[in-house]
């Protein structure tokens, strides 16, 4: 007899649900008896011991659906050893339900914050495995999350939306593009998308630069200019500042997001119309496409083989094309990010794509 828990914790996205299935149809399809806990909102299910358990036909029908059926909940990393509200220690409680129910491994899904979590129940002893979960491709360890090419096909429909409107109206429009601290997605969507300027917070822009690029193109005809985004773009001026220098200055931040202040100097600058379209959430919602069903599904039977040999104490990745084990301690608390220098980048601008740099 195995005992599993499982748990979906941090921002949900596409395929969690697919993940899921393979990791438990994997274990079940094995022979062995298996028990398995779902703790319900990511880690708070496991501090407060809120679970169900699950059976085999808890994951029929469940591939193509988005979000998780165990719920999530963000418990940023930083709080995890400060106690409760009623001076509960969530560390040694996560540890406690782990070995109430007697469980052989964890098995976690979740993105960067997810990951130090469940590699400081690692260093507390507890068997765990996780999976690379998050729209915006920024784990270390692992060229591929799942979630992130539903997500480049949705922000990249939305580009493709607004290039009609965009023509007819000869404006300039920007689409903010999720993504958090790393532009893989605006990237990917943005070249996808056919955009015409891509802002990655990995490339600092210059505004003066971005209004060049939108007169080269009236210049030689084009009437409209789309710009793809990053939420977390960031101009040259503003990457310079010292962090005490950014916190003040982030304190008097008057815009909604970026998009929005890149939107009022491109209009004072060159006096040009412009509009911001930000599709925002929907871009971790609905179900996975196909390749996210496939790769989530490969990195969950994977898991399980790991389970099922008692190899605990890694993520499931995927580098140079294979699936790979990844130690967590090596995951934990890095950050990918999209290097300027790559030919992704250098072939783009080869495309006559600016990135405002
Ligand atoms: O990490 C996934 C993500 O969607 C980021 O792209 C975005 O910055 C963030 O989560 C939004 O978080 P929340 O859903 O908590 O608003």
């Known amino acids: 007899m195995i005992r599993i828990g499982m748990l979906t914790s941090g921002g949900d996205c596409q395929a969690l649900n697919a993940a899921m299935r393979g990791v438990a149809k994997g274990l079940f399809n094995a022979g062995k008896e298996v028990e398995l806990f779902g703790f319900l909102d990511g880690y708070k299910g496991l501090i407060y011991g809120k679970y169900k358990m699950l059976s085999p036909s808890d994951f029929s029908g469940i591939l193509t659906k988005g979000g998780t059926m165990l719920g999530s909940s963000r418990m940023p990393f930083k709080n995890m050893r400060d106690p409760d509200e009623n001076g509960l ?22 993105g960067n914050g997810t990951h130090k979590t469940a590699n400081l129940l690692r260093e507390e002893g507890l068997n765990v495995v996780t999976l690379p979960k998050t729209i ?11 979630g992130f090419q539903s997500a480049v ?26 993504g958090h601290k790393v532009g893989y997605l ?23 630069k971005i209004i060049k690029a939108i007169q080269k193109r009236s210049e030689r005809g084009s009437k409209f200019t789309i710009l793809a985004v990053a939420e977390g773009a960031i101009s040259k001026e503003v ?5 005490k220098e950014y916190k003040k200055y982030m304190a008097d931040y008057k815009y909604p997001s970026v998009s929005y202040e890149i939107a009022d100097k491109i209009k004072e600058k060159s006096g040009m119309e412009v509009r911001v379209t930000v599709p925002g959430h929907t871009q971790r919602g609905g179900s996975p496409n196909s390749y996210d069903r496939v790769f989530a599904s490969r990195l969950g039977a994977e898991a399980s083989k790991l389970i099922l040999k008692g190899e605990y104490g890694y993520m499931v990745g995927y580098q140079n094309r294979e699936v790979v084990k990844v130690p967590l301690a090596d995951v934990a608390g890095k950050l990918k990010m999209v290097d300027p220098d790559s030919t992704i980048i250098k072939e783009a601008k080869m495309l006559g794509i600016s990135f405002g740099d």
């Open 89 to 110: 220690d969530k560390v040694e409680a996560m540890k406690h339900n782990y070995y109430k129910l007697s469980l052989d491994c964890l098995v976690i899904l979740g």
């Open 239 to 243: 990457a310079a500042l010292s962090k």
């Open 153 to 178: 096909d949705i922000a990249t429909q939305c580009i493709d939306q607004i290039h009609t409107t965009a023509a007819s109206h000869g404006r300039v429009f920007i689409v903010e593009v999720m």
């Open 186 to 208: 605006t990237l990917n969507a943005g070249m996808a998308g056919g955009a015409d300027i891509i802002l990655i917070p990995e490339i600092p822009y210059d505004i003066n």
């Open 136 to 146: 915006d491709n920024d784990l270390w360890g692992t060229d591929m999350t799942f």
